[in-house]
């Protein structure tokens, strides 16, 4: 069950993201040109238990501040051994590393803004502090991309935006 959660948000967050949507250029509200890709890791006793819900607010926030629709959700989930998953000191066995590999285009306002929305809303929805969670966003040019049989920088039909 996928559902949308952007309800985890505070009026302040709210207020800048609907800031930043009204100054972007027309062009960059209606020009589309590649997908995101999430695969998390953790712990499986604490990872497997949560994981269609850190999806579902994974996505939400994604579609909050990229504006990714939910028929774009592509994530894959690592459940590991503890004996298989080091992390830092001062960690608990709640750490997550969640990593999104996308296409090179978007702001990095837009960016911060993910991982700031990422923190509040997993947080919230989860009880995972921010302490034992960690996000990476590895960029690759659209032509290192391949889907549907062709690379990023030929797909014409997309429908969302890279360039916000």
């Known amino acids: ?4 959660v952007n309800k985890n948000i505070n009026d302040r967050q709210q207020s800048w993201l609907n800031a930043q949507k009204a100054a972007r250029p027309l062009c960059w509200r209606y020009t589309f040109k590649g997908g995101t890709v999430v695969v998390i890791y953790g712990i499986k006793e604490h990872l497997n238990p ?3 819900q850190l999806s579902d607010v994974i ?3 994604m579609n909050q501040v990229l504006e990714l629709p939910e028929s774009k959700r592509a994530h894959r989930i690592v459940p590991l051994d ?3 998953f080091y992390y830092p000191e001062g960690r608990t066995d709640a750490y997550t590393v969640i990593e999104i590999n996308m296409m090179a285009g978007r702001k ?3 960016k911060k803004a993910l991982i700031n929305a990422l923190f509040a809303n997993v947080e919230s929805s989860l009880g995972i502090l921010p302490i034992d969670i960690e996000i990476t966003l590895k960029e690759q040019p659209p032509h ?3 889907f549907r049989g062709m690379t990023g920088d030929d797909v014409q039909d997309l429908t969302y935006k890279v360039n916000v």
């Open 1 to 4: 069950m996928h559902r949308a």
């Open 82 to 84: 503890k004996s298989d």
């Open 59 to 61: 996505q939400a926030s």
């Open 50 to 52: 949560i994981k269609a």
């Open 144 to 146: 290192c991309w391949g």
């Open 108 to 110: 990095v306002e837009t």
